[in-house]
């Protein structure tokens, strides 16, 4: 007689925030019309399902100080998510907390009160909730959850998220995996728009597959990257967003669901191609094309090409390259007068500001912990004891 071969389905999706002309669909939980049929028949056959919130769900106005955009959606929203059949929400990134207190503890409620299970984050450092343990057949899964550090760091009296330590990171997972057969981690970081790893998250998640990590997904990035296997772990580069219709590059429209299929046998690992329309609603991808992502995992073969595609793209981006250097280059009435009259003008003025001893000293205030660290007490400082413009 042959036994039952049993075999048990996870889905993990990239980022999701109600916005733009979806707020109204979520609200009153139209499901069907946010994610389509498909979408929802994909959620509802697996056995555990999650995807990562993009920031809280909450009415509060009490914004986080921080640069870059302070997002939300209304309490609202949540009928559409419940809609979905999500399991659970990952917490762990960079806008979690930008309502402070009130938004993340009206999230946590929702996600209570509406039986959706998270972890990634909590209310004070010492009640994060890093993992969560499954058992689906005869398997044991765990799905551990951690961030890069943004405006999201966590204090014995502040909520924040599961930030990446790689000390306690490693020691974490190390543990959980003696308990575990399958162990997930997804990790919120990376270069926004980039579609490859950066060397220091390649760096990072060779570290945690080495501790015993079966599959990482890296989300934050906001486009589809690419994979690799590494010491019997799948490393996925960039899932790309569910549903996070408030970016308008065409790369950000689209992202990928991760489908982890296990039985007795072993793991297959099912990519589904899914695209935001002009709607700001999500559908599954017909056809199924993967072969740019397919194409960029081939590539990072060729690390040093890979490192170059990097700076490059660091250089190009106005986001990175402008606004660091102009940090770096302080205020002034002159440079304030020459932005506004000509934004091109201000540009080359301000790369042809730096000698190549000022640049290489930045650098290395990038590069080294010692020197960023000195760096970060002396901003610190002038933080505390000057009076400055609100950001």
């Not at 806008?95 to 039986?115: A, P, S, V, W």
């Not at 961030?147 to 502040?158: L, R």
């Not at 060729?302 to 981006?317: A, G, L, P, R, W």
Request: hydrophobic share 35%; with cysteine.
């Amino acid at each position: 007689m042959n036994s039952t071969i049993v075999i048990n389905k996870i889905v993990i999706a990239g980022d999701l925030l109600p916005s733009g002309k979806n707020k109204k669909l979520f609200e009153e939980g139209n499901a069907k019309a946010i994610f389509g049929e498909k979408i929802i028949d994909l959620f509802g056959k697996a056995d555990f399902s999650i995807f990562n919130l993009e920031g809280p769900l909450t009415d509060s106005n009490k914004a986080m100080e921080k640069t870059g955009p302070v997002i939300k959606a209304p309490k609202e929203c949540i009928n559409g998510i419940k809609g979905l059949g999500v399991k659970a929400v990952a917490l762990a990134n960079n806008h979690i907390t930008d309502c402070q207190e009130d938004g993340f503890k009206d999230t946590i409620k929702l996600l209570d009160d509406n039986g959706i299970d998270y972890l990634g984050a909590g209310e004070t450092l010492s009640t994060i909730k890093r993992s969560i343990s499954l058992l689906l057949g005869n398997k044991k899964i765990c799905i551990y959850n951690v961030s890069e550090m943004f405006y999201n760091i966590p204090s014995a009296s502040t909520a924040g998220a599961n930030i990446y330590d790689e000390y306690v990171v490693c020691n974490d997972i190390k543990e959980l995996k003696q308990s575990h057969d399958y162990l997930i981690v997804i990790y919120h970081g990376g270069t926004e728009e980039f579609p490859y790893p950066t060397p220091l998250l390649r760096q990072h998640f060779h570290r945690m597959a080495d501790c015993g990590a079966d599959f990482i997904t890296a989300q934050h990035t906001h486009c589809i990257g690419c994979f690799e296997n590494y010491n019997n772990a799948y490393l996925l580069y960039g899932q790309g967003n569910f549903l996070f219709a408030r970016m308008k590059n065409d790369m950000t429209k689209h992202g990928l669901i991760t489908e982890i299929v296990l039985s007795e046998s072993g793991v297959d690992i099912i990519q589904h191609a899914v695209s935001v329309s002009s709607d700001d609603v999500v559908r599954y991808d017909e056809p199924q094309d993967l072969s740019l992502f397919y194409k960029r995992s081939d590539e990072l073969k060729d690390e040093v090409e890979i490192q170059k595609k990097y700076y490059q793209f660091c250089y190009n981006s106005a986001i990175i390259k402008d606004r660091f250097l102009e940090s770096f280059r302080g205020d002034s009435l002159y440079y304030r007068l020459i932005k506004k009259l000509s934004g091109k003008l201000y540009k080359k003025h301000l790369l042809e500001k730096f000698n190549k001893e000022q640049l290489m000293r930045i650098s290395k205030c990038m590069e080294s912990e010692r020197y960023a660290e000195n760096m970060f007490a002396c901003v610190q400082y002038m933080m505390e004891n000057y009076k400055w413009k609100k950001i």
